[in-house]
C-alpha cells in the first residue's frame, strides 16, 4: 500500500478515492458485511420479533441496555451496518463506471498490437508452413469463429470473448439496480396488519389497521381505495398430524370502495393484488362470542371477542374486557376448539377445527385500569387492581352465574390476519436480480483470450486466456492444422 | 401402490444405499491403505494390486446413488409431492445431490481418492437423517405449496452439494499443504491424490460453476417469500446466512480472480465460506428461530 501524501487537500481526496476504489478495500468490506450481518441473526430483531426484543430487556435488562446502544436490535437499519454496504456501493461504483466506459470504448476497437515476443506467451510454437499464404489462411480461420482482427503486414492480433466484461460489468450494475429497488421500497412503500373476523368488511383507511408502517414519503392518503368483506374461511387439517394442509379465504372486494363486489380467493402463496399493493393470508384464529348480563339481566357486552392462538391446535388465550359495568368486569380466558384433559396438562386442545369446543373463564372485579392513559394489551388483562371472582369451563350455549352478573358462550367465528404490502420498488429489485444472474452466467462462462500469428522467417503462432481459463490450447492446435494443412 | 407402501420402500432403499456406501467406504480405505507394497522402501511403489479395490469402491459408489434416487423419487411418491418438506427429506436429497457432485467429478476429474472423505460423509448424513430426524411421510404445510418450493429447494440443495464437495478438496489441500510445507514429503497414503495446484484449481472451478446457482436459490427464495410472507427480503435468519454464504463466496471469487489468491489462503476461504453454509443448514433449522423453521423439522 502507498504511504500517505502530504496535506494537499486534493492529492489525499484523491489518494482516499483510490483506496476506497481499490479491489483489496472492495473486498475487505464484503467479508465484513458478511460478519456484520451474524450478530442479526442471533439477537433478536425488532423488526421481526418485538415480544423476543421485549423479553430480553426483562430478563437481561443491563446487557440489553449495551446492546441497545449499539444497535444490536436493529443491526439492519444501524448506523454499522448502512455504513459498511453503502462504502461498499461507493467502492463498486467507483470501480464499475470507469471501466463500463473503458468497455464501451472498446466496443469496435480493433485489439492490441502483437507482442514482439510471442515466445513469452502461452502456447507458443513455430508451425512448419509457407509464409506467404499462412495468414490469410488465419484470417478466414479467425473470422469464421468470430474473431476481431487486427490484420499488420506482417501479423494478425485476434481477440475474442468481450462479452466476458459485458457480464461482469451487467452483474455488478445490477446489484446497484437491486439497491435502488430496496431503497424505493423503504421510502416510498409501506405495510400493515389487520385482524378481520369472518363475516365483517376491512376498507382500507389507515384506522382499519392493527398497525400500520409508511415509508419517510408515503402518505397516509395513498392508500389504494378497497374494501373487502370476509365471507367465509375453510382450514384444512391433516387428520393423522393435526398439521394444515390448506387455508382459503373468500372475500368480496370493492374496487373502489363502493363498487359492485367480485368474488375472489387468498392464499397463503396466493395473495389477492391491486396494482402495487397486495393483500397476504398471513394468521387464523378464533373468536368466541359471549353475551354478559348485569345482575338484573341486562346485557352489557356482547360479541366476538378475538383470541391470540398459543399452539398448532389452536388453545388461543384471550382477553373479554367489560368496562360499562360498576365495579368493572374482566374475564381473562382461553379457548378451546376440541376439548381433552389431562392430568399433567389439564385442560388442553386436541384438534386445531372446532368440534367440542370449550370457554374457560376466571372471572375478575374490581379497576380494569384502562383510563390511565397507558395503551394495554387487547388479549391480556392487567388484574393487579381486581379480585377473583369465579371460574369455569363453558360448553357450547352455556350460561355461568357469578355473584355480578352472568355470562354466556353463544358460539365462535374464525378471524384472518391479513397483511397489506405496498412495495414500489420490487420491481427494480426483481429485474436488478434477473439481470444479475444473465450478467454473472456471461462472465462465468464467455472464454476471454487472444491468438497471435506472426510471419518472420518462421511462422509463430501463441494465445493468452484470461485467467487462465482452460480451452485455448485445443483451439490453438485446431487453427495450427489448419494452417498445416495447407502446405500441400 | 399405497402411500405406506411407497414411504416404506423409500426407507429400504434409503437403508439399502447405507450398506452400499459401507461397502463403498472400506473398498477405498483398502485401495488407499494397501496400495504400497514395501513400506521400507519408499521409492518402490506398486498401486496395480489395490486398483480392483478402489474399482469396486467406485461402483459401490455409483450403486449407492441410484439407490439414494430411488429412496428419494419413493419418499416424493409417498406424499404426492415433491420430497422437500422437512429436514429429513432434506438431508437425503442433499446427500444425492453431494454423491451426484462427486459422481460428475470423478467422471469429469478423474478424482476416485475423493471417493474415502465423500463415502463417510455421506454415510454419516445418512445416519443422522434416519436415526435423528426422520419424520414419517406427511403431505405440506400450506405456507410450503408452491411450484417454487421445487424451484428454491432444489437449486439450494444442488448447490449445498458442490459446496460441500468443494470444501472436501479444499481440506484435502490444506491437510496434504501441512506435509508439504517447508519442502516435506507426502505420507504414504496421499502418494496417489493429485499435486496441490491441481487440488487448488479443482474446489475453484466446482466453486465457480456452482455459484451461479446459489445466487439463482437465494433469488428464488426472495421470489417465493414475496408471494407469501408479503416481502422479498427480510433478514430472517435462514435469508441472512444465506446472504452471508453469497458474501461469503463472493469474497472468495473476486480474491482468486482479481487478487490472484492461490493455496492455502484461497483454501480457508473457501472453507470458511461453506462452513456458513453447513451452519446456515444445521443450526437455523434446529435452534434457529424465524420462518423457515417449520414445526417437527
Not at chain 1, 382500507?204 to 389497521?209: C, E, F, G
Not at chain 1, 386436541?350 to 372446532?354: F, K, Q
Not at chain 2, 415433491?82 to 422437512?86: D, K, L, Q, R, S
Given at each position: 500500500m502507498s504511504s500517505i501524501p502530504d496535506l494537499d487537500s486534493k492529492a489525499s481526496l484523491r489518494w482516499m478515492w483510490r483506496q476506497l476504489t481499490s479491489m483489496r478495500t472492495a473486498l475487505i468490506l464484503l467479508l465484513l458485511l458478511g460478519v456484520a450481518a451474524i450478530p442479526g441473526s442471533l439477537i433478536p430483531q425488532r423488526t421481526q420479533n418485538p415480544m423476543k426484543v421485549q423479553a430480553y430487556f426483562t430478563d437481561n435488562p443491563a446487557l440489553a441496555q449495551w446492546f441497545d446502544r449499539f444497535k444490536l436490535f436493529d443491526v439492519y437499519s444501524s448506523p454499522w451496518f448502512s455504513a459498511i454496504y453503502l462504502l461498499l456501493f461507493i467502492s463498486l461504483i467507483g470501480c464499475v463506471l470507469p471501466r463500463t466506459i473503458e468497455h464501451l470504448k472498446a466496443i469496435g476497437a480493433k485489439p492490441p498490437l502483437t507482442p514482439?515476443?510471442?515466445?513469452?506467451?502461452?502456447f507458443y510454437s513455430v508451425i512448419n508452413t509457407q509464409n506467404t499464404t499462412a495468414l490469410d489462411l488465419a484470417e478466414t480461420w479467425l473470422k469464421k469463429r468470430h474473431f476481431r482482427i487486427r490484420r499488420d503486414s506482417d501479423s494478425i492480433s485476434a481477440e475474442k470473448g468481450y462479452l466476458r466484461e459485458t457480464g461482469n460489468l451487467l452483474f455488478h450494475l445490477s446489484l446497484i439496480l437491486i439497491l435502488v429497488g430496496v431503497g424505493v421500497g423503504s421510502l416510498f412503500g409501506l405495510k400493515g396488519e389487520a385482524i378481520v373476523s369472518v363475516g365483517d368488511r376491512f376498507i382500507?383507511?389507515?384506522?382499519?389497521?392493527d398497525n400500520l408502517g409508511f415509508g419517510k414519503?408515503?402518505?397516509?392518503?395513498?392508500?389504494?381505495?378497497f374494501a373487502l368483506t370476509v365471507t367465509d374461511f375453510k382450514a384444512s387439517y391433516?387428520?393423522?398430524?393435526?398439521?394444515?394442509?390448506d387455508y382459503k379465504l373468500a372475500v368480496a372486494v370493492a374496487n373502489p370502495v363502493g363498487a359492485k363486489p367480485i368474488e375472489k380467493v387468498i392464499r397463503v402463496n396466493a395473495p389477492l393484488t391491486f396494482g402495487n399493493t397486495k393483500v397476504y393470508l398471513q394468521a387464523n384464529g378464533y373468536s368466541p362470542m359471549v353475551t354478559v348480563r348485569d345482575l338484573s339481566g341486562n346485557i352489557t357486552f356482547q360479541g366476538a371477542v378475538v383470541f391470540l392462538p398459543q399452539d398448532g391446535n389452536l388453545t388461543s388465550i384471550g382477553a373479554i374486557k367489560v368496562p360499562d359495568m360498576q365495579p368493572q368486569l374482566g374475564f381473562v380466558s382461553s379457548f378451546i376448539p376440541t376439548f381433552d384433559r389431562s392430568p399433567t396438562r389439564g385442560a388442553f386442545s386436541?384438534?386445531?377445527?372446532?368440534l367440542d369446543p370449550r370457554l374457560l373463564v376466571s372471572v375478575w372485579t374490581g379497576?380494569?385500569?384502562?383510563?390511565?392513559?397507558r395503551p394495554q394489551s387487547v388479549?391480556?388483562?392487567?388484574?393487579?387492581k381486581m379480585q377473583r371472582i369465579g371460574l369455569k369451563t363453558l360448553k357450547l350455549g352455556e350460561k355461568y352465574n357469578f355473584s355480578e352478573g352472568s355470562i354466556t358462550f353463544e358460539g365462535w367465528k374464525p378471524w384472518v390476519n391479513l397483511q397489506i404490502v405496498d412495495d414500489p420498488g420490487k420491481m427494480y429489485s426483481l429485474f436488478g436480480a434477473i439481470f444479475a444472474i444473465l450478467g454473472l452466467l456471461i462472465s462465468l462462462f464467455a472464454r476471454q483470450r487472444r491468438i497471435w500469428i506472426k510471419v518472420g522467417n518462421s511462422v509463430e503462432v501463441a494465445g493468452l486466456a484470461k485467467n487462465s481459463i482452460p480451452g485455448l490450447e485445443p483451439e490453438i492446435a485446431e487453427l495450427k492444422t489448419a494452417l498445416e494443412g495447407s502446405k500441400q | 401402490m399405497t402411500s405406506t407402501n411407497f414411504a416404506y420402500l423409500s426407507n429400504y432403499c434409503i437403508y439399502s444405499a447405507m450398506v452400499l456406501f459401507t461397502i463403498a467406504f472400506f473398498s477405498h480405505a483398502v485401495e488407499v491403505s494397501f496400495s504400497?507394497?514395501?513400506?521400507?522402501?519408499?521409492?518402490q511403489f506398486d498401486f496395480s494390486r489395490t486398483k480392483k479395490s478402489g474399482r469396486l469402491g467406485s461402483a459401490m459408489m455409483i450403486l449407492g446413488f441410484a439407490f439414494l434416487f430411488a429412496g428419494v423419487i419413493f419418499r416424493g411418491a409417498s406424499a404426492h409431492r415433491?420430497?422437500?418438506?422437512?429436514m429429513y427429506e432434506f438431508s437425503i436429497t442433499g446427500a444425492l445431490a453431494f454423491t451426484g457432485a462427486y459422481l460428475f467429478a470423478l467422471w469429469k476429474?478423474?478424482?476416485?481418492?475423493?471417493g474415502l472423505p465423500v463415502s463417510i460423509a455421506v454415510l454419516l448424513t445418512l445416519g443422522t437423517a434416519i436415526t435423528v430426524l426422520y419424520r414419517p411421510s406427511a403431505p405440506l404445510v400450506p405456507a410450503l405449496k408452491s411450484t417454487w418450493l421445487a424451484i428454491h429447494v432444489s437449486a439450494a440443495i444442488i448447490s449445498g452439494g458442490v459446496f460441500l464437495l468443494a470444501n472436501c478438496v479444499a481440506a484435502t489441500y490444506l491437510i496434504l499443504d501441512r506435509y508439504e510445507r517447508d519442502g516435506g514429503a507426502r505420507p504414504n497414503w496421499a502418494l496417489k491424490l493429485p499435486s496441490l495446484e491441481v487440488l487448488d484449481q479443482l474446489s475453484y472451478r466446482l466453486v465457480a460453476f456452482v455459484f451461479p446457482l446459489w445466487t439463482f436459490a437465494v433469488i428464488a427464495g426472495a421470489i417465493w417469500a414475496e408471494s407469501?410472507?408479503?416481502?422479498?427480503?427480510?433478514?430472517d435468519p435462514k435469508e441472512t446466512w444465506a446472504f452471508i454464504t453469497w458474501v461469503a463466496y463472493a469474497a472468495y471469487l473476486h480474491a482468486r480472480v482479481t487478487i490472484g489468491w492461490r493455496g492455502r489462503k484461497a483454501a480457508w476461504l473457501c472453507l470458511f465460506a461453506g462452513s456458513t453454509f453447513l451452519f446456515n443448514y444445521v443450526y437455523v433449522n434446529i435452534w434457529g428461530t424465524g420462518r423457515h423453521t417449520y414445526s417437527g423439522l
Open positions: 514482439k515476443y510471442l515466445a513469452k506467451m502461452e382500507n383507511t389507515p384506522t382499519s389497521y414519503f408515503q402518505s397516509a392518503n395513498s392508500l389504494a381505495p391433516d387428520i393423522k398430524t393435526n398439521a394444515p394442509t386436541a384438534y386445531p377445527e372446532v379497576n380494569l385500569g384502562l383510563d390511565n392513559g388479549y391480556r388483562i392487567d388484574t393487579s | 504400497v507394497r514395501n513400506v521400507d522402501v519408499k521409492t415433491v420430497p422437500w418438506g422437512n476429474y478423474k478424482i476416485r481418492w475423493l407469501a410472507w408479503g416481502r422479498y427480503w427480510g433478514w
